[in-house]
Nanobody, 112 residues
């Protein structure tokens, strides 16, 4: 059983930055397959970024160059650094671990 707890969301103005965290517990932390998803108002949940093999990271086209995914294996934590935020980035952001484990999400609102 894996528990995931996201944090770091909040209200930010367009062009601002936020750093989300996802603390994992209950299992051996593995980077491969860890992912960030988001679900905006009235939208389906979508993949934002995902660790794939050999340290490569997939990013959705709309966040490339603005978002950076990283991990701290010693802390069993996944991060999402979000820069140059846009109103369309407003969403609940979820962390997902291999095996289909999800956190409860953290809300990011980008608004002036």
């Amino acid at each position: 059983q894996v528990q995931l707890v996201e944090s770091g969301g909040g209200l930010v103005q367009p062009g601002g930055s936020l750093k989300l965290s996802c603390a994992a517990s209950g299992s051996i932390f593995t980077t491969n397959g860890m992912a960030w998803y988001r679900q905006g108002p009235g939208k389906e949940r979508e993949l934002v970024a995902r660790f794939i093999s050999f340290g490569n990271i997939y990013y959705q086209d709309s966040v490339k160059g603005r978002f950076t995914c990283s991990t701290d294996n010693a802390k069993n934590t996944l991060y999402l650094q979000m820069n140059s935020l846009k109103s369309e980035d407003t969403a609940v952001y979820y962390c997902r671990a291999p095996g289909g484990y999800w956190g409860k999400g953290t809300l990011v609102t980008v608004s002036s």
